[in-house]
């Protein structure tokens, strides 16, 4: 299959080298250096270009934010049943565009970041491809998850941005939460150093793609959730509640055992 990839920063460049092994791929990034770093990849110099590979799927791993714009701005530069892909972490307005886009689609989420993620084994990690999406191609993609280990869940766009306001956005301002508390002296603790490294790994993340998280529609549910909790903590704090606190403490421990499981 001939493949054409928009945006090879980690993601697409992760897709662009597994693709790579048994398709034909095509790349193109603004930053030139990124597509050095590609072996065995075709370079775009221009998308302009894309009319001469031809594309049959066309994998659009730029920002969320241009991800639609980025589409429009070449949907014109492919043949007619090229099908168009998406990577985003938040469907948002995607099943709007394709309706009226005139192409087949699929739409799909590696929910992993390779810069963290052991690449070589991730069999720990999983993957959605969106229920709506074109047969052909979602069962071209359960293959190449498959291959590679991943748990392949099967959700709609609604339940795929409901899901990651819940996985994405919950620890995520959880984490933020704990990074706006810190100063930088060093203090004992393994708890502390181990919150401190999941810290770190998030907020070396993307900017753009942590904001993208954080405006999911769904995420104000997340937030206001965890601002609920905190404010019953702290009235449990305040009063010294020793009986509230062994029961709150034990509503935690239920909620959390299944997943050590």
């Known amino acids: 299959m001939r493949i054409a990839i928009l945006g090879c920063g980690h993601m697409g460049g992760w897709l662009a080298g597994e693709l790579g092994r048994s398709h034909r791929v095509c790349g193109f990034d603004p930053i030139p250096a990124r597509m050095e770093e590609q072996e065995g990849i075709e370079s775009l110099q221009n998308l302009d270009e894309l009319n ?62 390779p810069t963290f993620a052991n690449i070589s084994t991730l069999e720990e990690e999983s993957a959605v491809i969106i229920r709506e999406s074109d047969s052909d191609a979602a069962a071209l993609f359960h293959s190449f998850f498959e291959e590679k280990g991943l748990t392949i869940f099967d959700y709609s766009f609604d339940e795929h941005d409901r899901m990651m306001a819940y996985s994405l956005t919950l620890p995520f301002v959880s984490t933020m939460v704990f990074a706006a508390c810190m100063d930088k002296d060093t203090v004992p603790g393994t708890t502390f150093r181990k919150h401190r490294e999941i810290a770190g790994g998030l907020l070396s993340e993307d900017d753009y793609l942590l904001a993208e998280i954080l405006f999911n529609p769904h995420s104000m549910r997340q937030l206001e959730r965890v601002i609920s909790r905190m404010e019953f903590m702290r009235h449990v704090i305040r009063g010294r509640d020793y009986e509230e606190a062994v029961s709150f403490f034990n509503r935690l421990r239920e909620n959390v055992v299944p997943l050590a499981l």
């Open 52 to 113: 001469e590979f031809e594309p049959e799927l066309l994998i659009n791993a730029v920002p969320l934010k241009e991800t639609i714009p980025v589409f429009k701005s070449v949907i014109e530069n492919v043949p007619g049943n090229c099908i168009l892909c998406d990577v985003t972490s938040v469907k948002g307005e995607l099943p709007e565009f394709y309706r009226g886009c005139g192409h087949e689609f699929v739409s799909v989420h590696p929910m992993f970041g």
